[in-house]
Every structure is written in structure tokens, then in C-alpha cells.
């Protein structure tokens, strides 16, 4: 019985891992494009910003532009509009 468990159990880890990597990159995604709709464009579509946000990353290098997403997720998401302006320039380069 205990044999049997194993492999379910390695399943489950493996499907709460990556998860978790992508609800992390989605969350960085819709903060990204919250603060975009926020402080620069009120008639932006935020499903359509996140979208071409996922597919950018996902097209190549996908670990670095990965982190790109987070540091510039970390930024917008504690900052005001006035300061994302002038504070998250560097952590948002790049991203488009």
C-alpha cells in the first residue's frame, strides 16, 4: 500500500510546485497591469496587458524574464503612481 502512495504523492508535490510558480507569475502579471491601468492608462485592458505579458515570457528565457516579472511586480506593488515613475524604472526595464 505504501508503494502505491508514492507515486501520487510525488504527483501532488510536483502539481502544487508549479502552481505555485505560476500563480506567483500571474499575480505579477495583474499587479504589473493593475498599476499600468492605474497610474498611466485608465482605458487599458488589464486581461489583455496580462496576456501579452504571459506570452512574453513565455517565448524565450523563460527563468530570466520570469524574475524580470517579479522584481518589476515587487516594485509597482508597493509604490505609488508617483513613485513607480521614478523608483521602478530599473526593475521594470525591459518588460513590456
Known amino acids: 500500500m505504501m508503494v ?4 501520487r504523492t510525488l504527483t ?3 502539481v502544487i510546485t508549479v502552481s505555485a510558480l505560476l500563480t506567483g507569475c500571474f499575480s505579477d502579471t495583474d499587479t504589473i497591469c493593475e498599476k499600468r491601468k492605474e497610474c498611466f492608462t485608465d482605458t487599458l485592458n488589464v486581461q489583455s496587458c496580462e496576456d501579452d505579458l504571459k506570452a512574453w515570457m513565455e ?3 523563460q527563468d530570466r524574464r520570469r524574475d524580470q516579472l517579479a522584481a518589476c511586480g515587487d516594485c509597482v506593488g508597493s509604490k505609488t503612481c508617483s513613485q513607480i515613475r521614478t523608483a521602478c524604472i530599473g526593475a521594470c526595464f525591459g518588460v513590456p
Open 4 to 7: 502505491r502512495m508514492m507515486p
Open 12 to 14: 501532488l508535490t510536483f
Open 59 to 61: 517565448r524565450q528565457d
